[in-house]
């Protein structure tokens, strides 16, 4: 890309974060600055940080040219990620300035370090030595050589912060202050692992050659939940960290980065650095200035870790890939699963794709040879899936307002006879999905969006799922004013523990919903309550489906599992089938055998009879072939156009504008449909009308999308957003 360094007064192109579309010329400052250079330039009144992109473009005044304010203090860019920042903004057409900040999410980027207190190893032995202290000296002895901070080391040693604290009063342990970014403990990758079956022994040997080879590769590996990928991964992390490169392990949850962390600490004798949206700002620092110094060898984090500034990334396992969290669906419009292959393959890394029900996309890689393929066939321990059985919902008798059939309610009972758990699934938060006044028939919608309220009693609220707002319920109905008409109608969690309070009462029952807990800490506590058998029922949302061990848990019950079936969205069926897969892997995980029981009006659709014959490769077999027919992503590609404003008039008017004017897209024979009203029309007050762009997979689809949109100006306060392969039609 460029020669690497620019003497003082050359030219430089510098990349901002600010909102242009392009690069800003400048001299080098005195001594001279390395592409990619970290640097603070003036514009305008004001100075701003900025990458040094490449040489300078030219055609500006010389003279008018500014200098560079100066070089920070963090290690260059690497070119290899200037260049994919580069191809991801073309892949998703999104300006570079926000791709930039994107990777340079960390407060403090150019100041010098300051201290913090770290504690390592005194002279003195303490007076008595108690289980605890013990504890405390030996992580120090083992790997405390350049200190640890007190929340560091009272984990690792498994005591409360006021025995370090005795011990420095002490001198056994010396308080002292040291630069405030440190580098993580080492992890040491000669450990031993477990010992693994023979499937996941040959698993591994195929995941750390590819490793060893230095080359770009992705790798399928596929096994039911239970079976032990995350075992096998761990182990070509090690055979990475033994090359001395880095590694990335891509999480879709919070809530999954606890019990993870805890197992890299048994792996690789320390934790890990960690990023996602539950860590300190300095933490946030710090994992960004260790990756880009090297002292972080492991990161394990949330989608955009994707874009720290690895020093030499040679791993990356993206956990749960078919997960829909990976695609971020605000500003920036990637999914992180694609954007880990395209990283990888700038790099010369691995990608590791782990999960049960891969996306039918990375089906398709593999099938097409395109991505290796792994399969790990058993469930670690035990023998299979449990059995998954269809309750017919047309032949049970229900009083109204009950979800929990008869046959359910049997096999639950059974359950808390053997003192065994079961989990109802419902996909729903809250108490009701709909309030509705039974006066009039209307119902309580949200002021600002196209979407019914959602009751929480918990809350106490109506709640708008798609903006948030939220209402006390109301005495009369706002429509006719008639008071103490309003009624819930169908369930949602809340309701369904009502139910099973009623039909259970002497169960213990624990809801698990992301409303109900205040931090990812209550939640990872209550989940090991439950694990180690502190409720008989559970009633949970997808916050259960992935991740989460429970021992004692040998039934599923899945209140509506046509819920997924429902509505247009072209991975509906896919969907469905992932997250009731997944549903059911949470029983039997120990030693007893478990079982699933669907609750569906239509056991005949084929989707349903997929999940339940566990015929996986039939359905996606047979799913890959109604997207082939239909030219449907991944046979065909896709762009969603999402145009918004407070102005009805005006987004549709716009939106007619952009379909006639549709010549760049014919030329590379793609269609465009629409503009047609969002399914939901309004969010936050601002209307929203959607197009889609359809053309064939081979197809220059992102350059023909920018000259198109390019050619027509949006009125003010339009707001404009082109998903490419889009996954919420929404
Ligand atoms: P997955 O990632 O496929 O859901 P895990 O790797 O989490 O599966 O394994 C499931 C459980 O089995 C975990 O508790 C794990 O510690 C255990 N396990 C997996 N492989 C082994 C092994 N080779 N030896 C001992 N325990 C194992
Ligand atoms: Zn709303």
Known sequence: MDAGWFTEGERVAVLTAQP????????APEGGCAAGAFVEVPLGPRRVMGVVWGPGQGGFD?????????????????????????????????PLSMMLRLATRAPGLGENPATRRVYRAGAQAPDRVTDARRRVLEVLGDHGGLGFTLGELSAMAGVTTSVVKGLVV??????????????????????????????QASAARALRAGVASGDYGTTLLKGVTGSGKTEVYLEAVAECLARGRQALVLLPEIALTAGFLARVEDRFGARPAEWHSGITVTERRRVWR???????????????????????????????????????????????RDMAVLRASILGAQVVLASATPSLETWVNAEAGKYARLDLPGRFGVAELPEMRAIDMRAETLPPERWISPTLERAVAARM???????????????????????????????????????????????????GETKPMPAACPSCGVEGKLAPVGPGVERLAEEVAKVFPTARVAVLSSDH???????????????????DIIIGTQLVAKGHNF??????????????????????????????RQVAGRAGRAERPGLALLQTCQPDHPVIRAILSGDEEGFWRAEAEERRAAGMPPFGRMAGIVLSSPDVQAVFDFGAALARADGPLRAIGAQVFGPAAAPIARIRGRHRVRLLV????????????????????PPHDLRLSIDIDPQSFL
């Not at 010389?62 to 892949?91: I, N, T």
């Not at 010396?174 to 010992?195: F, K, M, N, Q, V």
Request: charged content about 25%.
């Open 20 to 27: 242009l579309d392009r690069l800003l010329d400048y001299r």
């Open 62 to 94: 010389a003279a008018k040219l500014r200098s560079v304010a100066r070089v920070l203090d963090a290690p260059p860019m690497r070119e290899e990620m200037r260049l994919f920042l580069m191809r991801a903004a073309d892949y998703t057409l999104t």
């Open 170 to 199: 002490q001198g056994a342990v010396i308080e002292e202050a040291a630069p405030r970014d440190l580098p993580y403990p080492h992890l040491d990758p000669d450990l031993p692992g477990a010992t693994l079956s023979p499937d």
């Open 290 to 336: 260790m990756v880009g110094e090297g002292g972080a060898q492991l990161v394990v984090g949330a989608r955009s870790a994707l874009f720290l500034p690895f020093q030499d990334l040679g791993l990356i396992v993206v956990d749960e890939e078919h997960d829909t969290s990976y695609k971020q669906e605000d500003g920036v419009l990637y999914n992180a």
């Open 417 to 467: 006879q053997a003192g065994e758990q079961s989990l109802l699934f419902l996909n729903r938060r809250g108490y009701a999905p709909v309030t509705v006044c039974r006066a009039c028939g209307h119902q309580i919608g949200c002021d600002h969006c196209d979407a019914r309220m959602v009751e929480h009693r918990f809350l106490k609220r109506l709640v708008c799922h798609q903006c």
């Open 517 to 535: 807990f205040g931090s990812a800490r209550a939640l990872k506590e209550q989940i090991e309550a439950i694990a180690a058998g502190a409720a």
């Open 551 to 580: 021992p004692l848990l040998t039934l599923v019950g899945v209140i509506d599992a046509d819920l997924g079936l429902q509505g247009s969205d072209l991975r509906a069926a896919e969907r469905t089938f992932q997250t009731m």
């Open 694 to 713: 359809k053309a064939e997979k081979g197809a220059p689809l992102q350059a023909a999308v920018a000259r198109w949109v390019g050619q027509v100006k």
